[in-house]
């Protein structure tokens, strides 16, 4: 042990449990444990309150695990460098740890600039993976094995001993959260789940040994995927608990069910293929963030350029039908039940499982033909699990822009008759509908006058009518895009993209 101070830079990565930076700076010497609560980021257009309160609970969580262990969280409010030279000055650090991050262009930026001052201080900086994203990145050749391996590489232990630094007299450890300096109101999500590392862990937990057993199937459903599908994402994305931790538990509890003697409680048949299928978007989880890392540009521009042009990116050049439309979709008002239910549920709790959220991008993408850009930033902030190499990756797939993957239209009013057959979900979110038939609840507005108002539903009053006809905005939508797909020289391009982005024959997801 050097005995000089190491700075532990906390982003996305709120736990002890195999957190690298934390364990490789403990063996140095005493550690300052730093989380800043940056401006630019709380103010920024994909930031919600929801946001705040998610880190804040997992803050307040690690602070009591390290006084548990006579030692002491340090927050700070500002931006970067800045924080750095503040901090610094109060107590001099001789080595800056942190783990990587894929994130948007405004942490590029400012890893940026804090790779900067480093370099002027001539003080070193490490950063150590935390997901499967590889960094530096040359080839997607491989990219699954070597994915695997980081995966099943040990967990990195809570460290025993965390040396504590002689702190200054007087020295502020930052903690409180003051909503007026940050510039954060209240959030209004009212169905947030809670964050911190043993909510995540339980949250695993329940799901491994209980609430998984359907999750092939559940997981489609806005109904049964409240229960069905993992719920993990935010912990994951926001760092509360780490991929190899959630790889690895997996893997084990798939070998305790394969193993379980014949004379014990036969094994739910479901819960092999419902493994398999959460294993694989583990590792869809990285292969999408991997995207961002190799072309962070996708957060703003087409990943294949040969779309540009295909929709209007400036939302000032929108027409005023487009800017309707575009309101309608983010308020849940669009006349199209699940779509709406779907919207209104992510105003109230952030989450919602990934086929509800693959249709309402495309909707906004194809029956009111809007751009994804700014569809992408306004979904950013109610999602809870905001990623943004899943996030800008996703968006452009859905939209139709990556020129390497198939159209899909979502039918609104299908993907309602099949997830959600008896109503629970639209009754649940869109209360206007509480009392329709359940044959017009995926077509309110089929319903005669006469029966309108009986069940207290007025088309247009209390529920909108659909703000486009799905028959011709989906053949509309199909025609633009095969005209624009005829296009010479997209196929070039596509064969680039392909290359740079597109998936390899994947190992088999079974461990020996």
Known sequence: MSGAIQLVWLKRDLRLLDHAPLARAAKRGPVVLLYVHEPSLLTSPEHDPSHLDFVSAGL????????????????????????LERLQQEIPFEHLWSHEETGNRLTYDRDLRVGRWCKHRQLPWTEL???????????????????????????VPVPETLPVPAWPAGFDFGHGIDRAALAVPASDKVEAVAGGEAAALATLDSFLQRRGVNYRADMSSPVE???????????????????????????????????????????DPRWKASLESFESRLRWHCHFMQKLEDQPSIEYVNMHRGYDGLREEDPGRWSAQQRAHFRAWCEGMTGYPLVDAVMRALHRGGWINFRMRAMVVSFASYHLWLHWRPCAVALARHFLDFEPGIHFSQFQMQAGTTGINSIRIYNPIKQAEDQDPHGTFIRRYVPELADVPIE??????????????????IIGADYPAPVVDHGLAYRTAKAKMFRWRQKTGLREEARQVMRRHGSRKRPPLRRA
């Open 60 to 83: 307040t969580e690690l602070d009591a695990a390290m006084r548990a262990r006579g030692h002491r969280l340090v927050v700070r409010h500002g931006e970067f460098p800045d924080v």
């Open 440 to 457: 017009y609840l995926a077509e309110p507005h089929k319903m005669s006058p006469m029966l309108q108002r009986e069940v207290g539903c």
């Open 225 to 267: 995927g409240w229960q069905g599908c993992s719920r993990l994402s935010p912990y994951i994305a926001w760092g509360h608990i780490s991929m190899r931790t959630v790889y690895q538990r997996q893997a084990r509890r798939f070998e305790q069910l394969r193993g379980r003697p014949v004379s014990r409680e036969p094994v």
């Open 129 to 155: 993976p935390q997901t499967g994203v590889a960094r530096p990145h040359r080839s997607r050749e491989g990219w699954a094995q070597r994915w695997t391996a980081r995966m099943r590489a040990p967990i």
